[in-house]
């Protein structure tokens, strides 16, 4: 039986793509967002896991705003990265697991979750920088399942069902007979807001009690509508929209292996998180 050994969550600002391509690691800007990684790559090379279902938003580079699904799910066997035009190198391409991404498609519809399947998929930053955090050589060694949500174009998904299909995810793991070590990643957030009058929002107070719920009381974001979470967090900063599914795929009662919060990387209030089951 597969088993989530647990969640990382973490912002996913393309600058971050820059940083790794010049080596500003240690530079005085960027070295308190990039400490917040070494204790996950520890981990990471303590569980070993098989694969990597990745919880994120597509930008532009996948979906359009002409065809915009709630929910998609990648089910291709390789997933490649393309120029999204923010200067950042391209990455290699990511191994996919056609068998286990059907087998999640087929569950979450058969629980009456309206999944998109995507037989052919690109990858953008959301999906590629999170992974080279976690593996700065960019050799991947696991298989990798993208799960895409629509934080980007109303009407986007509210955080209860999003915290519904993380539990659907998880049930459908847990029933893939497979003997498998799963990491769910979900990319995002923290605040921010790229555009429009309010251009350049942060909200720390907010970001620091999301992040806490995520340990201690899971459905917190639920009580919220998405437009008062975008309110809150800002238009982009709804992207915790995906931590909140990746939240939802661990049991109530998790353990903080460590976090990180940093404001600003770019225009975004980065955080990350690494959760473990609690038994
Ligand atoms: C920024 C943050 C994002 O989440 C994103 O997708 C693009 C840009 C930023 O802060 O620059
Ligand atoms: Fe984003």
């Not at 969640?7 to 967002?33: E, N, R």
């Amino acid at each position: 039986m597969a088993k989530i050994v647990g969640a990382i969550t973490t912002s996913h600002v393309p600058s971050i793509g820059g940083a790794i391509a010049k080596g500003l690691q240690q530079d005085p800007y960027w070295k308190p967002f990039f400490d917040g990684f070494p204790p996950v790559r520890d981990w990471l090379a303590k569980v070993r896991p098989d694969v990597v279902v990745l919880v994120y938003n597509d930008h532009g580079l996948n979906f359009f705003l002409d065809k915009m699904p709630t929910f998609a799910i990648g089910a291709a066997r390789e997933y490649r990265n393309a120029d999204e035009g923010w200067g950042i190198p391209t990455t290699q391409p990511f191994q996919g697991d056609p068998e286990l991404s059907w087998h999640l498609i087929e569950q979450l519809v058969a629980e009456e979750f309206d999944i998109v399947s995507c037989q052919e998929m690109t990858v953008d930053h959301a999906f590629t920088l999170p992974m080279a955090l976690c593996w700065p050589d960019q050799k991947w060694p696991v298989r990798t399942v993208p799960v895409v949500v629509n934080t980007v174009q109303a009407p986007l998904p509210s955080a209860a069902r999003c915290y519904k299909l993380g539990k659907a995810l998880a049930r459908a793991i847990a029933s893939w007979p497979k003997d498998e070590r799963v990491v769910v990643m979900g990319t995002g957030g923290l605040s921010h807001q790229l555009d429009g009058e309010r251009a350049g929002f942060i909200n720390k107070e907010f970001d620091l009690q999301f992040m806490e719920s995520m340990v201690s009381n899971p459905a917190w974001a639920t009580k919220y509508s998405t437009l008062e979470l975008v309110e809150l967090s800002g238009t982009q900063g709804v992207e915790l929209l995906n931590w909140v599914v990746a939240r939802g795929m661990l049991p109530e009662k998790v353990r903080k292996q460590h976090a990180n919060y940093h404001i600003p990387i770019s225009n975004t209030a980065t955080g990350m998180m690494l959760l473990e089951p609690a038994a």
